[in-house]
């Protein structure tokens, strides 16, 4: 997993609504009203556009969460994020992802949620968009060391997870992705084994930054986004976020990982974003955002470590790479 492809220009600017939107969201946020906020998304987001339609949106404001960006970090362009995608089912061609994935089935779908949980529950389309959607403005750091500021809708995957009541002799949650050779026929060279399997500690899991997202841009999510649904969790390499999921199970240990399966050597489970430990290969200390020149220095837990760091308290985090 090494890019070589060269960086596509973002001549497109972010939409205009968009940008109006942002501007006052600012504001909302430090005002830290949930309620005004969801009224502003409203206004400035053409509800058609939208797929949670049946819920409210809320923005960072809502569960203290802290996501701010630095003055100089802007949001990428959505045709940086829709045009750029690493999806190894429809190809390992990041600019050829979203015309392979073009007509990707994703409705009907269902969730299959099981495990060491109490309530064990199938959740299908419409039940996933009836969770109170937030946005959240993520920084997103793939391991070959690109990466983009992207403006998700989703909600904490914590809600979902409270509903199936978590036994308590579970530590881990599993993830796996939709496949099937007749919908992705050139997963045949993808060269890993699908489907994607990928996991966190249940703390992790748990943790608020943790989205399932189901949109970005106040748009329900393109298809080589990981549609309709797909995890992320912003201070780890972008392999963690796995896309298009269809199967969540609590474990009692630490689930199986697609990259650390193909290669334990260079992808660990945990895969913090860390500039002090290196892959093998390649330096972590800089990245290249998307749409910049040059590079910038990469952040320790990608810029959260004021929120995530506890989590790794006395981990040596070579060992746990
Ligand atoms: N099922 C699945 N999930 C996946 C991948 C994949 O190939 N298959 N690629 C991962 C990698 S390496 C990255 S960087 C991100 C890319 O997400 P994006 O295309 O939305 O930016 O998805 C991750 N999730
Ligand atoms: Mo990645």
Redesign the pocket.
Known sequence: ?RDSSPIPSSEVTPEETFRNRRFFMKSAIWAGSTLATAGLYRAFSPQAEVRNTGAAIATVAESGVQTSLAADEKVNAFND?AG??????FSTDKHA?AEKARHFVTDPWSVQVGGLVHKPRTFDLAELLKFESVERIYR?R???GWS?V?PWVGFPLSQLLKMVEPQSTATHVAFE?YHDIKQMPDSVY?GIDLP?VEGLRLDEAMHPLTLLATGLYGKTLPN???APA?LVVPWK???K????VVKITLMDREPPTTWSLANPGEYGFYSNVNPSVDHPRWSQAHERRIGEMGSRPTLMFNGYAEQVAHLYAGMDLKEYF
Do not use: D, H, L, P
């Open positions: 997993m994020i750029y995608n690493n999806f190894y089912e992802v997103f793939c391991v070959e983009m992207i992705s993808a994607y080589q986004n990981g797909r390499y972008g392999f976020s796995i896309k298009s």
